[in-house]
């Protein structure tokens, strides 16, 4: 569930609005402004990185080099993963499942699957029980210039707004607005990433949606990625990077069916993690995985694998942005297609339904994603998929099971690839 802080009165809103760009680029492009050689929004928010900085920085990420006080400096891509909300509260829970406890485990598995990559220098920002003492640290010294360091950019974007040079955009989700300590975090981590160069912040989360009875599932699920709208600096980047991030991911979950979700790539001008008043200059996507109430988080067995299986795609997603070879790991896109099947309990069923998905058999045709997910639940969706399958290598005696025969065939080495 994504934070922002709503304001209601227009006035109010105009006047929380700000940017990021520097002093220097901001009097350059006023001037430039004054001379009539721009009269378009987007030249105020220039570029803060480059889908072309990035893929050259990614090639040298394996380079040391020595700073003026001889010291080491790693040219590494840095990465910041911010599992969404606070140690010990916010974020949305149902029946025993806390959205801050999913998020880092997330976040745990993806710094793991990212670290095994040199090229990456990876922090993640919190776990279960606190923040990362360099932020937590940050927090306390730095608490009063976040918000000084926000009202700078306020004042600037007022400037903006009132001249009608940056396009206000409110439509679109509706948000849960932060209290003020907590918004306050989140500008301090926008903040942070600035001073310390951090090339991507990914910011994990599990979705909810607002229903009358929260003890029952709601009717929305899969992914959904929030992007800076596009007048942001940081927006350009950021939607490539998204774009690969969500085509992996889309390969085995659904795309969130919510209708203002169901491109599965939203931009957002008021989330404060991926930049409000354009306080981001590195890649800033958030990433609602799926809706808190799907069947596939309530076992913990399932959950630990799809878990895992979020983490290895948003890595995949980002190996793919960069363009790198060797992505794959183990030379698979899912660690459950090598899964050995035990007793054909739920984690058997969950291997079984990613391999089909890898094979185009799940979900079976006429069906989606959503109504069809990654569940480890043996039903009609998982069953209609194996006996297709299974009719088409021509297996007939083990009709609706998994015996010898078809295990031989699911595992098939050639196919998995
Ligand atoms: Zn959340």
Known sequence: MKHKVLLTALIIFLGSVSGVISVDTFEKTIANIQTGMYNAAGVFFVDSITVSSLHANYKNADK????????????????????????????????????????VDIADNLATILRTNPRYEVIVARDKNGWNPILDEYFSREWENILE???????????????????????????????????????????????????????????????????NPGKY???????????????????????????????????????QESDGIVEDQELVAIGRHNTVDAVS????????YEPQYEEKDIRDLIVKEYALSTYLGIQDFFGAPNAKIDGADSFLLSQKLTH??????????????????????????????????????????????????????????????????????????
């Open 285 to 292: 996507m958030l990433i609602e995985y799926g809706y808190i």
């Open 64 to 103: 040391v080099s020595v700073d003026v006080n001889g010291q080491k400096v790693s040219d590494k891509i840095k990465i910041l993963i911010v599992p969404g909300h606070e140690p010990n509260y916010g974020g949305t829970e149902y029946r025993n499942l806390k959205e801050r406890d999913i998020v």
């Open 149 to 215: 360091w926000k009202e700078k950019y306020k004042a600037e974007m007022i400037r903006l707004v009132g001249q009608g040079l940056v396009k206000i955009h409110t439509e679109g989700v509706e948000h849960n607005s932060a209290p003020n300590d907590v918004a306050r975090r989140l500008y301090g981590i926008n903040k942070w990433t600035v001073e310390n160069n951090v090339d991507i912040a990914l910011h994990l989360h599990i979705n909810d949606n607002p229903r009358s009875n929260t003890r």
């Open 344 to 417: 054909g309990g739920p984690t058997d069923i969950l291997a079984v339904q990613f391999i089909l998905a890898h094979k185009g058999y799940y979900p079976p045709s006429g069906k989606t994603k959503n109504e069809c997910g990654m569940t480890g639940i043996l039903g009609p969706c998982t069953l209609t998929a194996l006996q297709k399958f299974q009719h088409d290598q021509g297996i007939s005696d083990e009709t609706g099971r998994v015996g010898e025969k078809t295990q031989k065939a699911l595992y098939t080495v050639t196919s998995i690839q």
């Open 221 to 259: 699920s899969g992914f959904t990625i929030y992007v800076p709208e596009r007048q942001y600096s940081n927006a350009k980047a950021t939607g490539a990077v998204a774009d690969t991030v969500s085509r992996r991911l889309s390969k085995y979950f659904a795309t969130s069916n919510l209708p």
